[in-house]
């Protein structure tokens, strides 16, 4: 996930940035390809996915053995790029310095206001026929380290997506509120089936349950 620095509708990364991130990928000993994504009408994100075979690609990388000999040779790698023109405002940046796999900076989102965007995504996120454990385990992550979440890049956030129209500021108890809210109809079991796959140690989910979520929002810091 990506994002513009402010609003820039019009923005496109297909012919600059896709064509780059392809050779790139390439030149470390990759096999893809990088396909654009129609953008829906009345969405702010442009998005793309990078294909390539999961085997082969994984053999590249070095996977041990015991992880590629369960993939089949037809089966197909795809990460989905994603990068919102017109970002909820309110929020912070860092800059940050990666070694791996070449030195390089990066600009990010702020923990606090990281936190803010899982905390919409919790939120607002419709399950339709699946709920995001991700969501609930990454909320808790973010709980377990003392960051707090940035309450107004929340609300540029929900008041973007039309999840808060209220006139009054978004406060820490209001998000508590919702997020008790929906914790109370959380289908448990289907977040920890959701989440499971991700886990080298799957019982860190064995605590899952509401009163768990719900401690977890009383532990909640705000900036």
Known sequence: DFSLMKKFT???????????????????????????????SNSNIESAFVKG???????????PQEITGRIHSKKRLKI?????????LNFETEAKTM?????????????PDLFA???????????ETRVKGRDWYDMAWFVARSIPCHIQ????????????????KLSAETIQQLL???INVLPVNKAKDDVKNFLKDSGATEIWSKEYFCEIVDRMQFS
């Open 10 to 40: 019009t923005f496109s990364f297909a012919k600059q940035y896709l064509p780059m991130i392809e050779n790139e990928l390439k030149s470390f000993g990759f096999s893809v390809i990088v396909e654009k994504k129609k953008k829906e």
């Open 153 to 168: 890049h929340l609300e540029a956030r929900m008041r973007q997506s039309g999840h808060y129209s209220n006139s009054d």
């Open 80 to 88: 989905k790029i994603e990068v919102d023109v017109d970002p909820p």
């Open 99 to 111: 070694v791996l796999p070449i030195p390089f900076s990066v600009v990010t989102y702020a923990l």
């Open 117 to 127: 965007g899982k905390l919409h995504a919790v939120l607002c996120r419709s399950w």
């Open 53 to 63: 075979g999961t085997y082969q690609n994984f053999i590249s990388m070095e996977i």
């Open 180 to 182: 008790k809210k929906k």
